[in-house]
């Protein structure tokens, strides 16, 4: 039986480019706690015909989808990755689209980059925790990995 090559997830980067276009720059945002997503998928479209093969429907590949990454953070209001100046909140504010890109843990450093909006920044501050805010970057377009 042969060992496992799972990797270890801790050490996941969430980071957002500088604004410039090609992304000169990527810094990791502050206090990441879990990631979740992007997930991909691919619309399909029916096409049986009367003389499909076998009595069985046919369907053909359609458009690629890659919809958002979500992810909670420590909150730290005056964090410059955070604030409503230069940060998450910021990019909440301003319909532009910004390069993001995820960063995993593995020795070839894989990297996912995407052009995205952030549509959600909900903070939370129970009576008993921490400050935290669940973050939500909506996919705009293609993403390469390397």
Not at 32 to 52: L, N, Y
Not at 57 to 79: H, K, Q, S, Y
Not at 93 to 105: D, I, K, S
Request: glycine fraction near 8%; aromatic fraction near 8%.
């Amino acid at each position: 039986m042969a060992a496992s090559e799972a990797i270890q997830s801790f050490g996941t980067l969430f980071q957002r480019g500088d604004g410039v276009t090609p992304t000169e720059g990527f810094t990791t945002v502050a206090e990441v706690k879990d990631i979740e997503g992007p997930a991909m998928s691919r619309e399909t479209h029916e096409v049986t015909h009367q003389e499909s093969p076998d009595n069985h429907m046919e369907r053909i590949g359609g458009l690629l989808d890659t919809d958002e990454v979500t992810f909670t953070i420590n909150w730290v209001p005056a964090n410059a990755t955070h604030d409503d100046a230069t940060g998450l909140i910021y990019d909440l504010r301003t319909p532009e689209r910004r390069n993001y890109r995820l960063v995993f843990p593995d020795a070839a450093t894989t990297t996912w980059t995407f052009p995205g909006l952030v549509t959600e920044f909900a903070p939370k501050a129970p009576v008993d925790g921490v400050l935290e805010a669940d973050v939500t970057v909506t996919v705009c377009g293609a993403p390469t990995f390397s």
